[in-house]
């Protein structure tokens, strides 16, 4: 362990570094952990808020079917929502992120499912609101948007009147809130079957000892530079999920009849048409998204060139899909300079919006290292009405870097949405949820690019950069087309078997990576690993958030006039207008190839530059 880390190491667990292990919950230093308390003292406040909430449901009932009587009673019932919709979010986030501490404390983890449990009641008791509304004639409605007393709202009755064909009476709104755990029923058994109950077999690692292998450790295995470690690993894995292909089948197929019956009830001609409508994002931008990528596939498949080459390989197989094409640099950071790398990264952002950084660093915003029991992984989340909170788990990792980069762009829109919105357009809808945190993410390594002087580095941040481009514009969009495609076939009454998704992912793959790969028949079945197509038409997100965020890193960096303040007042925008137009009057047009252009562009860029350093 080089001296600055190990330093690092026993500053933060107290000055007692531990063999091996990972320190408990309470070995950490409190410097190192966010601060809940910021949100409730203590478990007594906390549920102080809980019982408020729980009996201002009963207050609903006061409003149910006397929403049209005056201006008056319907500014109340909105204020009585967004009054306990702040408290609602506070106790769901604290309660989740004090489960997220340590998993093995069963008394936050009760939290947690108590949260959800008053989450869903408060769904219902408030699912009145917008069929009842939606009730009332277009020359009323239009009477409350144009009111003194309801103008804050004139956005919310706006979009009531676009979507009115597809919002259902009163009673069958709230038989569908009723329903909404039986619709998770197909993304929850795969969890519990995926996280809980299925086992893999042991495999070697790159030393030859025996490992079970896992999910987790796959992630790892199939990036050793040992060709026989990730091929063991990647036939290990996906054979595993081989034996439960029948049933996966199933509850993806019971997933997609969901969203089919969802779309069919509410009026809508497509699932896909329905679960973009939400947020009045067309269906050509999906479609938009489909045919660019397919339009461009020529760089994937002379990246796929590149990395045989790179690899020294004569065939290139799956499974050398993610193992760095040069030497991975251990660059051991500790996370003090991880700041300050993020931090002269998005200098360019302004002065602000560096200081907003900074108090989020300083200020218990960010729960840093790995203790045991932890939550894996890391995420920016928060509610309104608290600052927003960062989970990591850093370990030193330049990878790790761009995670806080990406997870503090997350928490500062949110800072922003919150800080200049109203509670009902406070939040930001994941259309954009992924522009700012990888705009960070484009300015740290363009920053880092400019400022390597070594030639190896540069050669890993240019296989870095090509593999986020990879993995989240094509790949996701690979994901994109098979969800499109599986709807489709099942709208159309075709029955979605194994073998016909196996086939499927597998005519998909030659299609993306060309012919310069091996497509082997074990992974057909990798669409049965993929949590997301449980929330059906979710994954193109990556794909146009990181398409923006290329478009505003390069414009910004080439300092093009006005596009900074452009930026940073889509940041505040929350979701006071609907997401295409926040991004285009930001300067980005995501209803046009332009932008996914872009971003390929950059690819063929910096696939060039690391072929000519090779």
């Known amino acids: 362990m080089p001296k600055k880390v190990k330093e690092d190491h026993e500053r933060i667990t107290k000055g007692k570094p531990r063999k091996g292990e990972l320190p408990a919950r309470d070995e950490i230093d409190s410097l190192y952990k966010w601060k809940l308390e910021n949100i409730y003292p203590s478990v007594k406040e906390w549920e102080q808020d809980y019982h408020r909430v729980e009996r201002g449901l009963e207050e609903f009932n006061n409003y149910r079917g006397n929403l049209g009587s005056s201006m008056e009673i319907m500014a109340d019932c909105l204020g009585l929502d967004e009054d306990l919709g702040i408290s609602m979010g506070k106790v769901l986030v604290f309660a989740n992120m004090k489960s997220h501490e340590d998993t ?23 699912s009145f609101i917008v069929p009842e509304i939606n009730c009332f004639s277009e020359e009323i409605i239009n009477g409350y948007m144009n009111s003194e007393e309801l103008a804050e709202y004139s956005f919310f009755f706006e979009n009531i009147l676009r979507m009115k064909e597809h919002v259902l009476s009163t009673a069958e709104e ?5 329903t909404g755990e039986m619709a998770h029923a197909p993304e929850n058994i795969f969890s519990m079957l995926t996280n809980a109950d299925m086992k893999f077999p042991i495999v070697r690692d790159e030393k030859g000892n025996k490992v079970e292998l896992t999910e987790e450790r796959y992630f790892s295995l199939i990036k050793s530079t040992d060709r026989k470690v990730r091929k063991e690993a990647f036939r290990a894995l996906h054979r595993t999920y081989r034996k439960y292909e029948n049933s996966i089948a199933a509850m993806y197929s019971s997933s997609v009849k969901t969203d089919i019956f969802n ?41 796929v060139n590149l990395r045989k ?16 094409i040069v030497e991975e640099i251990n660059m051991d950071i500790p996370y003090k300079k991880a700041m300050e790398m993020v931090l002269e990264g998005v200098a360019p952002l302004g002065g602000g919006y560096l200081e907003l950084m900074k108090k989020g660093f300083n200020e218990g915003w960010v729960d840093i290292y790995e203790n045991r029991g932890k939550r894996k992984g890391a995420y920016s989340w928060g509610s309104y009405g608290t ?68 030639v190896e580095q540069k050669k890993y941040l240019l296989n870095y950069y090509l593999e986020q481009i990879r993995t989240t514009v094509y790949r996701q969009t690979l994901f994109a087309e098979f969800e499109k495609r599986t709807h489709e076939l099942a709208e159309n009454g075709q029955a979605l078997t194994k073998d ?17 790969i091996v497509v082997d028949e074990d992974v057909d079945i990798e669409w049965a690993r993929i949590p997301h197509f449980y929330s059906a038409f979710y994954v193109y997100q990556y794909v146009t958030g990181y398409a923006a965020a290329t478009a505003f890193s390069r414009k910004i960096l080439s300092g093009e006039p006005g596009v900074r303040k452009g930026y940073l007042e889509f940041l505040e925008k929350g979701s006071s207008d609907y997401s295409i137009n926040i991004l285009k009057k930001a300067g980005v047009d995501m209803s046009v190839p332009d932008p996914l252009e872009q971003t390929i562009a950059v690819f063929r860029e910096k696939l060039a530059e690391l072929d000519s350093l090779l």
């Open 500 to 516: 016909l998704m196996c086939g499927l992912w597998h005519e998909l793959n030659e299609k993306y990576y060309g012919p310069g």
């Open 263 to 303: 779309s069919r009830t509410r009026k809508y001609s497509s699932s896909l048409g329905s679960a973009l409508d939400n947020n009045n994002i067309p269906v050509d931008v999906y479609s938009n998204v489909i045919d660019t990528v397919n339009a461009n596939l020529e760089p994937l498949h002379d990246y």
């Open 387 to 454: 600052h927003p909170y960062v989970l990591l788990n850093y370990n030193y990792t330049l990878r790790d870097v761009f995670t806080v980069a990406h997870e503090m762009g997350h928490s500062l829109h949110s800072w922003f949405s919150h800080s200049s919105q109203p509670y009902i357009y406070g939040d930001y809808t994941i259309f954009l949820a992924e522009v700012a945190s990888t705009t960070n993410e484009a300015l740290l390594i363009e920053h880092l690019l400019s400022r390597s002087n070594d």
């Open 174 to 178: 709230e038989i569908i809130a009723r």
């Open 309 to 324: 080459k790179g690899l020294g390989v004569s065939k290139l197989h799956m499974y050398d899909l993610y193992v760095p």
């Open 104 to 126: 093995s404390v069963t008394e936050f983890q009760a939290l947690a499912d108590r949260a959800m449990s008053l989450m869903v009641r408060y769904s219902t008791a408030t």
